[in-house]
Nanobody
Framework: QVQLVESGGGLVQAGGSLRLSCLVS????????MGWYRQAPGKQRELVAS???????NYADSAKGRFTISRDNAKNTVYLQMNSLKVEDTAVYHCNLYGAGYSWPWGQGTQVTVSS
């Protein structure tokens, strides 16, 4: 069974940076497109960024120019580098499949809190 373990969140001041990691176990990770998603209190989960198995990336407008998604297939890990963080980036961040038509069981996520 696939397990997703997100880490790297925390409390940071506006303008700061964080690097999130997501370790994927139990699957052929290297063949999958992956996404980082976030859910703020009272809001629906939204896609932040995605990366294909070949490394092509796409970003939500809110993330363009500030966030960078990457992957290390040897480590079964996908990353999200977040720079110039804003208060509105505060959310629980999750990784999961992107574009597959289904999701793996969601992990616990990692909380990102940006203070003003």
């Amino acid at each position: 069974q696939v397990q997703l373990v997100e880490s790297g969140g925390g409390l940071v001041q506006a303008g700061g940076s964080l690097r999130l990691s997501c370790l994927v176990s139990g699957s052929t990770f290297r063949l999958k497109s992956m996404g980082w998603y976030r859910q703020a209190p009272g809001k629906q989960r939204e896609l932040v960024a995605s990366i294909s198995s070949g490394g092509s990336t796409n970003y939500a407008d809110s993330a363009k120019g500030r966030f960078t998604i990457s992957r290390d297939n040897a480590k079964n890990t996908v990353y999200l580098q977040m720079n110039s963080l804003k208060v509105e980036d505060t959310a629980v961040y999750h990784c999961n499949l992107y574009g597959a038509g289904y999701s793996w069981p969601w992990g616990q996520g990692t909380q990102v809190t940006v203070s003003s």
